[in-house]
C-alpha cells in the first residue's frame, strides 16, 4: 500500500540549487528509513542519503557538503536540498522507504529527472 511520489526535479545550470521532494502515503504504521538513489544515463542506480527515523544522515562522497536530506513526518514528505550542483549529478532521482519488518512498508517512487548543465 505504501506509495512514494518524486518531484522538483527539472534543469539547472551548475553551481544552482535544486530541491527534490518525495510525498509518501498507504503508510500509516510503518517506520521508515527513507532514502534517495539516482541512475546516471548508461550507469547503475546508486546510493546518495539516508535519513533514519531519528534524524540522523549519511551521504555518500559525491554528494557530502553539497546535498542536505530531511524529513517532515507531519508532511510525510522526504526532501533533497542539493547545492553547488554539478553536471555529474545529472540523473534520474529515486526516493525509497526501507521497513525490514514490513513488505508492505517498502517502495520505491517512479523518479524524478534532474539535468545538471555545464
Known amino acids: 500500500q505504501v506509495q512514494l511520489m518524486e518531484s522538483g526535479g527539472g534543469s539547472v545550470q551548475a553551481g544552482e540549487s535544486l530541491t527534490l521532494s518525495c510525498v509518501v502515503s498507504?503508510?500509516?504504521?510503518?517506520?521508515?528509513?527513507m532514502s534517495w538513489y539516482r541512475q546516471a544515463p548508461g550507469k547503475e542506480r546508486e546510493f546518495v542519503s539516508v535519513i533514519f527515523e531519528s534524524g540522523r544522515a549519511m551521504y555518500a562522497d559525491p554528494v557530502k557538503g553539497r546535498f542536505t536530506i530531511s524529513r517532515d513526518d507531519a508532511k510525510n514528505t522526504l526532501y533533497l536540498q542539493m547545492n553547488s550542483t554539478k553536471p555529474d549529478d545529472t540523473a534520474t532521482y529515486y526516493c525509497?522507504?526501507?521497513?525490514?519488518?514490513?513488505?508492505?512498508?517498502?517502495?520505491w517512487g517512479q523518479g524524478t529527472q534532474v539535468t545538471v548543465s555545464s
Open positions: 498507504g503508510h500509516s504504521y510503518c517506520r521508515h528509513d
Open positions: 525509497h522507504a526501507a521497513d525490514p519488518y514490513s513488505s508492505n512498508c517498502n517502495g
